[in-house]
């Protein structure tokens, strides 16, 4: 069994461009979480998903900013028009239905330069 | 408003015990997490505590008390693998959906030998 993974690894982009991220969560879970940290703080919610339902998204994420869960499975984030304010680490959760614990994938580093 | 402290830094002795504590102001309450993060890489799961009382979990051990907004994380027999940021984070969904997770903003731990 696999872990959640994510997609590239590390990105670097200029400053306008669009980037899109992709999560592969593990198999049997239907929850899916996206958050941003950056250095020296807590990761910080953005958006959820339980199987394809965005059924909550953070008010700090501004409308360049949308997140896809077309099937259940993978979700993908997309900046659109990045600035440099937009450089963290974007993290990617996924939990089980009925049980608490998410679990974290080895996160996309994104540089806006 | 929501407010999760916990001390910035921390350092220890190898083989010693080290007490890292969290309070907690948020609008609700249903689960306390602690994740251990080393430096570049995901947060990994260490315990989760949603009723008054000790869990413990091999050389961790987390306390909560739900009256008091307060949880502490106990690392024992310290080993320098431990050194990494010890986050804290609060669900305060009321019910159904609301899986948020809000999150301090971490205690780097430092063990030296």
């Known amino acids: 069994d696999t872990g959640v993974s994510q997609d590239p690894r590390h990105k670097i982009t200029k400053r306008g461009q669009n980037v899109t991220f992709r999560c592969d969560p593990i198999?049997?879970?239907?929850?899916l979480y996206w958050y941003r940290q950056t250095l020296g703080q807590g990761p910080e919610f953005l958006t959820y998903?339980?199987?394809?339902?965005?059924?909550?998204k953070s008010r700090l994420l501004s409308d360049r900013f949308s997140a896809e869960r077309p099937k259940g499975s993978f979700s993908t984030l997309e900046i659109q028009r990045t600035e440099q304010g937009d450089s963290a680490m974007y993290l990617c959760a996924s939990s089980q239905e009925n049980q608490e614990t998410q679990y974290f994938g080895p996160g996309t580093r994104l540089l806006v330069l | 408003g929501q407010n999760i402290d916990q001390p910035t830094e921390m350092t220890a002795t190898e083989g010693a015990i080290v007490q890292i504590n969290c309070t907690y102001q948020t609008s609700g309450f249903n689960g306390l997490f602690w994740y251990q993060q080393h430096a570049g890489e995901a947060p990994t799961f260490l315990s989760y505590?949603?009723l008054d009382g000790l869990e413990e979990k091999g050389r961790f051990s987390s306390f909560l008390s739900r009256s008091k907004g307060y949880s502490y994380l106990l690392l024992k027999e310290l080993q320098m693998k431990d050194s990494a940021s010890y986050l804290c984070a609060v669900r305060e969904g009321r019910a159904g959906n609301n899986r948020k997770l809000i999150w301090g903003l971490g205690t780097s731990l430092a063990v030296n030998p």
């Open positions: 998903f339980q199987n394809e339902a965005q059924l909550e």
């Open positions: 198999s049997e879970h239907n929850r």
């Open positions: 505590n949603v």
